[in-house]
């Protein structure tokens, strides 16, 4: 009886004094909403990314990667992953190994699927904060790097070489192709 009365007497002060726990329940699931929602694609993917590099034929080759506001990072031998932080426009990825021409690729970074969280939950701040840190983009998650030997052990060698290499990007062109309207 006295827990009751106690119980009671919390109620009619927290009601007195402006305690609406209903209310402010509400408010707080809207509020944690808002926070999630406004950085979809910063919270589900972040605003650094793992990029794997590959050098087809060859190990041991070492890469710098640069973006267009001159991060860099290395690779000390291939293949391997590196760290990079996301949102900072095209990567050039420079690869070198002795006996190979050293070769320099540009990566375009690709609209990040979890961006659309925020479009579908009508988080226009978070498309903002998504866009401001980086994470509304992303890089491939698996480069080749194709170096050519400064000499060829023989014309087989060689005319093998370009065929995979020639079979790589035609590879490459048909999944970057637009898909046509059905």
Not at 26 to 41: E, H, N, P, R, Y
Not at 121 to 138: E, H
Request: hydrophobic share 30%; proline share 4%; charged share 20%.
């Amino acid at each position: 009886s006295t827990r009751k009365e106690s119980s009671a007497a919390s109620d009619v002060y927290k009601r007195q004094h402006g305690y609406h726990f209903e209310s402010d329940s509400k408010t707080i699931s809207i509020a944690i909403l808002a926070v999630v929602a406004s950085g979809c694609a910063s919270i589900v993917s972040g605003t650094s990314q793992s990029m794997f590099i590959e050098t087809p034929q060859l190990t041991g080759a070492s890469c710098k990667l640069t973006d267009s506001k001159s991060g860099e990072w290395f690779l000390p031998s291939t293949p391997g992953s590196a760290t990079v932080q996301k949102g900072n426009g095209p990567m050039n990825i420079t690869c070198e190994k002795e006996g190979y021409e050293t070769t320099t690729i540009n990566v375009e970074e690709s609209f990040a699927g979890a961006t659309l969280g925020n479009i579908i939950l009508g988080g226009g701040i978070g498309i903002l904060v998504d866009a401001a840190s980086g994470a509304a983009q992303i890089y491939p998650d698996n480069v080749q790097v194709w170096m050519k030997p400064t000499e060829w052990k023989s014309k087989a060698e060689e005319t093998a070489w370009h065929s995979e290499k020639q079979a790589y990007e035609e590879q490459l062109a048909e999944k970057n192709k637009p898909q046509e309207a059905q």
